[in-house]
């Protein structure tokens, strides 16, 4: 059904292991979320892109990192840093970098092995 | 400091029952509220926002800004209600969203 694509759709991360997050957007939106979602927490924010080239932390940066090289594309990697990476990882676009509704992906569950 | 309170996690109701999932909010300023669902095997998706005033599957939600809230009812509860409600807020120049921690709601037959 398009919009909004995650891949993979599960993930295993090893000991000391970096992974990377894949997300995809064909709705020509500018602006793309981090969101991590953890049982009994709610979603809290890793990072965000309002612009191509541009993006900044969000309230749980710390072993995560980010690029926008393309306007479609918002890869999340999971660095070795994160000692707690086991989540459902949410990403999700708005037209523009205002209030607006956010569209959201599938999600990957990453799990430690 | 912007915080968004769901005091329950699960709210289990009978079919035809009415529905009052609660939302408190703390914000400084004018926040843009929001609530997001997520039914099973389904993506998270928007149910309502505040400034739209709509009812979206006989789902309404007012903004009380002297109490800070913004609960979200229904009048007489369907099973294919039963989903995970997230209450979120918005403010400032940028979209970043902080939700609640969420609300299971069931609807038993």
């Known amino acids: 059904d398009g919009g909004i694509t995650q891949s993979p759709k599960y993930l295993f991360r090893k000991e000391g292991q970096n992974v990377t997050l894949s997300c995809e957007q064909n709705?020509?939106?500018?602006?793309m979320y981090w969101y991590r979602q953890d049982p009994g927490q709610g979603l809290r924010l890793i990072y965000y892109?309002?612009?191509?080239?541009?993006?900044q932390k969000g309230d749980i940066a710390e072993g995560y990192s980010v690029s926008r090289e393309k306007k479609e594309s918002f890869p999340l990697t999971v660095t070795s840093a994160q000692k707690n990476p086991t989540a459902f990882y949410l990403c999700?676009?708005?037209?523009?970098?205002?209030?607006?509704?956010?569209?959201f992906g599938p999600g990957t569950r990453l799990l430690v092995l | 400091a912007q915080r968004v309170t769901q005091p329950e996690k699960l709210l289990s109701v009978f079919k035809g029952a009415p529905v009052e999932l609660k939302c408190n909010y703390s914000?400084?300023?004018?926040?843009?509220l929001f609530w997001y669902v997520q039914y099973s095997r389904q993506r998270l998706q928007l149910l309502l926002r505040?400034?739209s005033r709509e009812s979206i599957k006989g789902f309404t939600a007012d903004l009380n800004k002297g109490e800070t809230s913004f609960h979200l009812k229904k009048p007489f509860a369907q099973e294919e209600d039963s989903a995970m409600y997230y209450c979120?807020?918005?403010?400032?120049?940028?979209?970043?969203?902080?939700f609640g921690t969420g609300t299971l709601l069931a609807v038993q037959p």
């Open positions: 999700a676009s708005t037209p523009g970098a205002g209030v607006e509704t956010q569209y």
């Open positions: 709705l020509n939106h500018d602006a």
């Open positions: 892109s309002q612009i191509v080239n541009d993006f």
């Open positions: 914000y400084s300023g004018s926040p843009e």
């Open positions: 505040h400034i």
């Open positions: 979120a807020l918005s403010g400032g120049a940028t979209n970043k969203l902080i």
